[in-house]
């Protein structure tokens, strides 16, 4: 598994502190096609109904639902830069906290750095003991950052920002993509992990934990070492239980190994990025057959949410509608059968064996140095593949219209000088993609199917 620069990786993420709020990551979604004609509606939802899980460590009581704060709802200013939308956010999070949800995940650069702020506003709002608010030490450059007043000064900030002297779940962000070495670099010969511990002792943290991305030697290592974790954040959905990709690990195995440990798992990425309500439509049918009434999402949430030792799953509800979703799944939530089980499973295999790019449209590759939306490229790909309108080879039966619907489409939605023909294979993208991706490669790779479309030439795309 191949290592990921860590400077260039938070640089673009959004820094920790003093980065500028400029970089683009933590745009605003787009909504899901899934619930675009969904009525907004609450009369089915008992606040009453949330389903809780308790941490049998600390014996805190939390929402199934976890709500994410990566993604805020964003508005433009005059010169072209956004702020967030700080009405929409509260608005968001009142709601929330009324149908039960009281997890907020947010971290120093979620929402280019905005997001601590903005989310620290929104639930002061709100008695303290209605919410609990998760942080994390996001120390990733090399230099004054890791050094332990470095490190101090992230998590003394993080208090500021969110408006609280003491801080619920606490977590070393993002270990596993580099190494037991940087692991050790980050938390343990500045002396930081003896302080978080110090401060668990003494309160100001209340559970500690970490999130892991990357390499499972460093999980196995950092599980095995001799201190107490009250939650571990990992990557758990129906693809990633038993098909994760080079760049993740089975999902299977880390949350078996918190199990056994009775350590409770926090759970991200319950879509996979967003990708499993954009399933190929034959898909995405076999769900409606099972159950017409039911979001693609919502089968998503009740997989994530099922183990017994899952404390909270998170989502990033940009929109009320995806909010409202949720909470019907999770008030109460309604348990999976074995042949729901194996019907996902059943999806989880056939949708591995499409084309498809793994990308997330989390824009950590971005920007990109000669101008390439490079997530806009392969979303518009993707949902061809999804929508069933991809044409193979030249001889496909729908060969004309598939080559205009591509072709017309992809003009509307990427501006041609941003387009995959632009990339020079500078790679510069390659190491900040979380999910592994061989960017260069998929750009040529797209790049020459649109040229065969363009000048109609003998091609079999696979």
């Not at 950590?364 to 939306?373: E, Q, R, T, V, W």
């Amino acid at each position: 598994m191949g290592q990921i620069d860590r400077k260039d990786f938070v640089r673009l993420l959004g820094g920790a502190l003093g980065v500028s709020a400029a970089v683009a990551v933590g745009c605003t979604p787009k909504k899901s096609d899934d619930l675009k004609d969904a009525e907004i509606s609450l009369e089915s939802i008992d606040p009453k109904l949330m389903e809780y899980r308790v941490n049998p460590i600390t014996g805190d009581k939390v929402s199934l639902l976890g709500y994410g704060c990566m993604r805020l709802p964003m508005k433009k200013l005059e010169n072209d830069k956004k702020e967030v939308d700080q009405e929409a956010w509260n608005s968001l999070v009142d709601l929330a906290i009324q149908y039960g949800v009281n997890y907020f995940d947010t971290a120093p650069i979620y929402t280019r750095g905005l997001s601590e702020g903005a989310t620290g506003i929104a639930l002061s709002r709100h008695p303290r003991e209605k919410y609990m608010v998760a942080t994390k030490m996001s120390n990733f450059e090399e230099g004054e950052q890791r050094t332990f007043a470095g490190s101090v000064a992230i998590y003394r900030n993080s208090m500021k920002e969110l408006k609280v002297d003491y801080i619920d779940y606490y977590l070393l962000h993002a270990i596993g993509m580099n190494g037991v070495e940087e692991f050790n670099s980050r938390f343990i010969d500045n002396g930081l992990l003896d302080f978080l511990l110090k401060e668990r002792e003494e309160g100001r943290i209340k559970n500690l934990g970490w999130s892991f991305h990357g390499d499972v030697k460093v999980f196995d290592y950092v599980l095995a070492l001799n201190y107490k974790w009250d939650f571990i954040q990992i990557q758990l959905n129906y693809i990633d239980w038993k098909h994760a990709g080079e760049f993740n690990v089975n999902a299977d195995y880390l949350y078996g190994e918190l199990e056994k440990r009775g350590i409770p798992a926090v759970i991200m990425e319950p879509l996979l990025g967003g990708r499993l309500v954009k399933l190929p439509k034959f898909l995405a049918r076999k769900l409606k057959e099972r159950e017409p009434e039911a979001s693609l999402a919502s089968w998503a949430f009740r997989y994530a949410g099922q183990p017994s030792n899952v404390l909270t799953v998170l989502s990033g509800m940009t929109y009320k509608e995806h909010l409202v979703d949720n909470l019907k799944t999770y008030s109460p939530l309604k348990k999976l059968t074995d042949d729901d089980l194996h019907l996902l499973e059943s999806i989880a295999v056939e949708y591995l064996t499409f084309p498809l790019i793994g990308c997330t449209e989390c824009n950590y590759c971005l920007p990109c140095p000669y101008g390439i939306d490079i997530p806009a490229v392969f979303s518009h790909y993707n949902k061809c593949i999804n929508e069933g309108t991809f044409a193979k080879s030249n001889n496909d039966e729908n060969y004309k219209e598939y080559r205009k619907a591509f072709l017309v489409g992809y003009d509307r939605s990427v501006p041609k000088l941003r387009q995959a023909d632009h990339c020079i294979s500078c790679g510069k993208c390659n190491p900040l993609c979380p999910q592994g991706i061989d960017i260069p490669k998929e750009m040529i790779r797209i790049n020459t199917y649109v040229e065969h479309l363009k000048q109609n030439t003998n091609f079999n795309h696979i």
